[in-house]
């Protein structure tokens, strides 16, 4: 039974990050296809940091610095230069997952996975068989609160919500909706660099080339079932989490009798059954901007 | 000045703009631009047969991408290209290996019936939960990205795996030469027909019919064209049907064609890159056969770098996606410009 809440732990604390962060991002209005990429830029500056200096600090000090560039990239490009958000943010996710690709290649001359001698610091013995988890984990669920504070218990969470939903109304009291979409986005390139980080140096100390497999779209997705509350989200992570390691489980189980390919496809047919019953709960979940204003320009 | 002249002008300004982006990424991985650029350049169109590359890599784009503008233009994100293009792949090889052993009039047809129509269906469920439930299809096409992705890595494992094929990458029994519409260089006239074919047809399905002319008013104003009664469920299911079969038809190409024989993760940029040029040529169908060649150009280029010039190919993937963050982008400069000739 412990080691499936660890398991659980394991894999849930990165996507639930990264669905922070999607959070934050749909509620300034913005859909941020982009995470996936900045998780991987996350998980690739931690490791490859780890290895030239051998410091867990500043490793985590330059994944921070570079997705909080990255972010502040991608708001330009959708805000100032009014870029269709969704091929703009898979546009950031291929530069991420082909940056990190080219940045290995570049610095060992191969493709092959990049390990460090060590990663993220461990909660320690003391716990028994959970102290393989990294402090991370921890520091999780005080950033879930924080976050839900953020949102929903503060002035800026109110304008933040604001300038998603009626920016019209949110200028009209003179709130700049464009700083406050940069601040949103900003804070989601922290939280995506310490969910790539989790991933990468949290348990296995390793990045290799689109480790990230989809996790970025998953707490997108996670996000929208959440209906964009930083509480419901966690818990919609929580679940993709669950399935995900649930697949795991049955590989252990069913051995070769279950091709593992498949099962390793379930947390990808939980993503789809997640968007489809929030689209059947909440009639429809359909970007903010269609694709009509890229043609009529 | 035209509006077609200055939306041609406003995507060069963003591909220098992207490009500028490439040349600092490249600087700081410790690359010199200007050799990495000239290298791609050198690799994409100016070494022997560069040309003849180019089309070998732009056909199948070429196809894929029509197909992405198709579902473009009717207003659905259709992003799963890469799925669909497997699906194809996948299912062509089935009924290749299916059908092994009978002559080529019938195994290639068959072939081509089963690629489209996989590719089809892998494109129709995201539009069904689209259109019967308004699930994103943004969300659900990229997981049939990685679902697809994943089928073809148990496929080439498993029930095609090639026995005695070693190494690396699992793939499949090389098909019999009989059953190959080109050889691996990847140019012969059936390709070349399939794309012309394709071409015109979706070109006077868009310019010529209803279809095109209320597909098109959908993807700009969902609302009225639905008030004037047209059916938009049909409309967008025989868009999701029309994009998801000619990726699945590239894919069938890319399998009979250049590959012969699946291999796990063939291609992995194919998809993102139709979606590319589809952007590019801001979704004219004529415009996507011109920038295909561009972007088959410097996919041929990919193969190049490490090769030849000893540079990662990966640097493809960071000028496609550098492209991608800024082709939609609408400059303020440049529309101020416009209306400041305009005014005049």
């Given at each position: 039974?412990?080691?499936?809440?660890?398991?659980?732990?394991?894999s849930?604390?990165?996507?639930?990050?990264?669905?922070?962060?999607?959070?934050?991002?749909?509620?300034?209005?913005?859909?941020?296809?982009?995470?996936?990429?900045?998780?991987?830029?996350?998980?690739?500056?931690?490791?490859?940091?780890?290895?030239?200096?051998?410091?867990?600090?500043?490793?985590?000090?330059?994944?921070?610095?570079?997705c909080?560039?990255?972010?502040?990239?991608?708001?330009?490009?959708?805000?100032?230069?009014?870029?269709?958000?969704?091929?703009?943010?898979?546009?950031?996710?291929?530069?991420?997952?082909?940056?990190?690709?080219?940045?290995?290649?570049?610095?060992?001359?191969?493709?092959?996975?990049?390990?460090?001698?060590?990663?993220?610091?461990?909660?320690?013995?003391?716990?028994?068989?959970?102290?393989?988890?990294?402090?991370?984990?921890?520091?999780?669920?005080?950033?879930?609160?924080?976050?839900?504070?953020?949102?929903?218990?503060?002035?800026?969470?109110?304008?933040?919500?604001?300038?998603?939903?009626?920016?019209?109304?949110?200028?009209?009291?003179?709130?700049?909706?464009?700083?406050?979409?940069?601040?949103?986005?900003?804070?989601?390139?922290?939280?995506?660099?310490?969910?790539?980080?989790?991933?990468?140096?949290?348990?296995?100390?390793?990045?290799?080339?689109?480790?990230?497999?989809?996790?970025?779209?998953?707490?997108?997705?996670a996000?929208?079932?959440?209906?964009?509350?930083?509480?419901?989200?966690?818990?919609?992570?929580?679940?993709?989490?669950?399935?995900?390691?649930?697949?795991?489980?049955?590989?252990?189980?069913?051995?070769?009798?279950?091709?593992?390919?498949?099962?390793?496809?379930?947390p990808?047919?939980?993503?789809?059954?997640?968007?489809?019953?929030?689209?059947k709960?909440?009639?429809?979940?359909?970007?903010?901007?269609?694709?009509?204003?890229?043609?009529?320009? | 000045?035209?509006?077609?002249?200055?939306?041609?002008?406003?995507?060069l300004?963003?591909?220098?703009?992207?490009?500028?982006?490439?040349?600092?990424?490249?600087s700081?991985?410790?690359?010199?631009?200007?050799?990495?650029?000239?290298?791609?350049?050198?690799?994409?169109?100016?070494?022997?047969?560069?040309?003849?590359?180019?089309?070998?890599?732009?056909?199948?784009?070429?196809?894929t991408?029509?197909?992405?503008?198709?579902?473009?233009?009717?207003?659905?994100?259709?992003?799963?290209?890469?799925?669909?293009?497997?699906?194809?792949?996948?299912?062509?090889?089935?009924?290749?290996?299916?059908?092994?052993g009978?002559?080529?009039?019938?195994?290639?047809?068959?072939?081509?019936?089963?690629?489209?129509?996989?590719?089809?269906?892998?494109?129709?469920?995201?539009?069904?939960?689209?259109?019967?439930?308004?699930?994103?299809?943004?969300?659900?096409?990229?997981?049939?990205?990685?679902?697809?992705?994943?089928?073809?890595?148990?496929v080439?494992?498993?029930?095609?795996?090639?026995?005695?094929?070693?190494?690396?990458?699992?793939?499949?029994?090389?098909?019999?030469?009989?059953?190959?519409?080109?050889?691996?260089?990847?140019l012969?006239?059936?390709?070349?027909?399939?794309?012309?074919?394709?071409?015109?047809?979706?070109?006077?399905l868009?310019?010529?019919?209803a279809?095109?002319?209320?597909?098109?008013?959908?993807?700009?104003?969902?609302?009225?064209?639905?008030?004037?009664?047209?059916?938009?469920?049909?409309?967008?299911?025989?868009?999701?049907?029309?994009?998801?079969?000619?990726?699945?038809?590239?894919?069938?190409?890319?399998?009979?064609?250049?590959?012969?024989?699946?291999?796990?993760?063939?291609?992995?940029?194919?998809?993102?890159?139709?979606?590319?040029?589809?952007?590019?040529?801001?979704?004219?169908?004529?415009?996507?056969?011109?920038?295909?060649?561009?972007?088959?150009?410097?996919?041929?280029?990919?193969?190049?770098?490490?090769?030849?010039?000893?540079?990662?190919a990966?640097?493809?993937?960071?000028?496609?996606?550098?492209?991608?963050?800024?082709?939609?982008?609408?400059?303020?400069?440049?529309?101020?410009?416009?209306?400041?000739?305009?005014?005049r």
């Amino acid at each position: 039974m412990h080691d499936i809440i660890i398991a659980i732990l394991r894999s849930g604390t990165p996507l639930i990050y990264v669905t922070l962060a999607a959070v934050i991002a749909q509620r300034a209005g913005i859909w941020h296809l982009g995470l996936e990429g900045l998780m991987i830029v996350g998980a690739c500056a931690t490791i490859l940091t780890i290895v030239a200096t051998g410091s867990v600090f500043i490793a985590l000090c330059v994944a921070i610095v570079l997705c909080v560039l990255m972010s502040i990239l991608f708001w330009f490009v959708v805000e100032k230069l009014k870029a269709n958000q969704i091929i703009a943010g898979l546009g950031l996710t291929g530069l991420g997952l082909g940056g990190t690709a080219f940045a290995v290649e570049a610095i060992f001359g191969t493709q092959a996975a990049v390990s460090a001698e060590f990663g993220l610091p461990r909660i320690g013995p003391m716990f028994g068989s959970y102290g393989v988890l990294s402090i991370l984990v921890v520091l999780m669920p005080v950033c879930v609160i924080f976050m839900w504070v953020l949102l929903r218990r503060t002035r800026f969470g109110l304008r933040l919500a604001a300038s998603g939903e009626h920016p019209f109304a949110a200028r009209s009291v003179g709130v700049r909706t464009d700083l406050m979409r940069l601040a949103a986005l900003m804070i989601g390139g922290v939280l995506c660099a310490i969910g790539g980080a989790e991933l990468a140096a949290g348990s296995l100390q390793i990045f290799s080339q689109n480790m990230t497999a989809g996790r970025g779209f998953m707490a997108f997705t996670a996000a929208i079932f959440g209906a964009g509350q930083p509480i419901g989200a966690t818990l919609a992570a929580v679940f993709f989490a669950v399935v995900g390691a649930a697949g795991i489980r049955a590989q252990l189980v069913f051995g070769d009798r279950v091709p593992h390919d498949l099962l390793l496809g379930l947390p990808y047919i939980a993503t789809i059954f997640g968007i489809w019953l929030s689209a059947k709960l909440r009639g429809g979940t359909k970007a903010v901007t269609g694709f009509g204003e890229l043609r009529d320009s | 000045m035209s509006d077609r002249i200055v939306s041609i002008i406003r995507a060069l300004i963003f591909i220098v703009l992207a490009l500028a982006l490439c040349g600092v990424i490249f600087s700081i991985a410790g690359y010199s631009a200007t050799g990495m650029f000239q290298a791609i350049i050198d690799g994409a169109f100016f070494r022997n047969n560069a040309l003849t590359h180019a089309l070998r890599w732009g056909m199948p784009l070429f196809i894929t991408a029509v197909g992405v503008a198709i579902s473009f233009r009717a207003g659905y994100f259709n992003i799963g290209a890469q799925g669909q293009f497997y699906m194809g792949a996948i299912c062509a090889a089935f009924a290749a290996d299916w059908l092994n052993g009978l002559p080529a009039a019938i195994v290639i047809p068959v072939c081509f019936l089963a690629g489209t129509t996989g590719g089809a269906l892998w494109s129709l469920w995201p539009g069904l939960l689209r259109l019967k439930s308004g699930a994103d299809e943004v969300i659900t096409t990229l997981m049939g990205n990685f679902l697809a992705g994943l089928l073809l890595v148990y496929v080439t494992s498993g029930p095609l795996k090639d026995p005695s094929g070693s190494g690396q990458q699992a793939s499949s029994t090389p098909l019999d030469a009989a059953y190959r519409i080109s050889t691996s260089a990847g140019l012969s006239p059936v390709i070349i027909a399939i794309a012309a074919l394709v071409g015109i047809s979706m070109w006077l399905l868009v310019n010529r019919t209803a279809y095109g002319v209320l597909s098109g008013l959908a993807g700009r104003n969902a609302t009225m064209v639905n008030w004037q009664g047209a059916k938009l469920v049909n409309i967008g299911l025989a868009s999701f049907i029309i994009s998801g079969a000619l990726a699945g038809l590239a894919g069938t190409v890319e399998l009979l064609g250049p590959n012969g024989r699946l291999a796990s993760g063939f291609l992995p940029a194919h998809g993102f890159t139709a979606i590319l040029i589809a952007l590019v040529a801001n979704l004219s169908i004529t415009g996507i056969a011109i920038v295909a060649f561009f972007f088959g150009g410097l996919a041929s280029a990919a193969l190049y770098l490490p090769v030849i010039a000893g540079l990662p190919a990966t640097a493809i993937e960071i000028i496609n996606a550098s492209i991608a963050l800024f082709i939609t982008a609408k400059s303020g400069v440049i529309d101020r410009l416009v209306r400041w000739r305009k005014g005049r």
